[in-house]
């Protein structure tokens, strides 16, 4: 789909899936920009995927009492 609206809606169900939560703080925004600026640049899913996972808000999580 080279729809970016498309692109965009992708982008957010793959972080939400990854945060384990709705992407709403700044950080989060910055990260779904950044991955979908790279499925803009390249087409592939993984790219997405690999910006989301190599992003400091998936790989540390705050434990919640």
Known sequence: A???QVKACLT???ATFALGRL???DA????LERST???EARGALHDV???L?????T????VQP
């Open 2 to 4: 080279s729809s970016p």
């Open 12 to 14: 957010r169900q793959l």
């Open 23 to 25: 992407p709403t703080s």
């Open 28 to 31: 989060d925004q910055c990260l």
């Open 37 to 39: 600026r790279a499925l």
């Open 49 to 51: 995927l690999h910006t």
């Open 53 to 57: 996972y190599d992003a400091r808000t």
């Open 59 to 62: 790989r540390e999580r705050a």
